[in-house]
């Protein structure tokens, strides 16, 4: 019976790691942040320009620029064709 158990939660778990899975890539922010305090720190998390300065004006200073990484290419899923069954 343990054998049987076994084997049940290997296939079972081999199923689901075949499986595929959405990317989990991080969020595109658009807006970056160069804070300065006694070290300089960058972060690219910010949806725009006035939450960035928001954040920059509550610390010790700093400036807000624009994301110099391009966003993310979006993935196009595959149709089948329409001609696969011609005959």
Known sequence: MLIRTTLAT???TSVMLAQPHPANA????????????????????????????ET???G????????PSPPPVPVRSAKPGRHAAQG
């Open 60 to 67: 010790a200073g700093g400036h807000c620029y624009v994301n």
């Open 10 to 12: 290997l296939a079972l």
């Open 56 to 58: 920059v004006r509550g």
């Open 26 to 53: 991080a969020p595109y922010w658009p807006w970056c942040a160069q804070s300065y305090s006694r070290t300089t720190t960058e972060a690219c998390a910010f949806a725009s320009w006035e939450q960035c300065m």
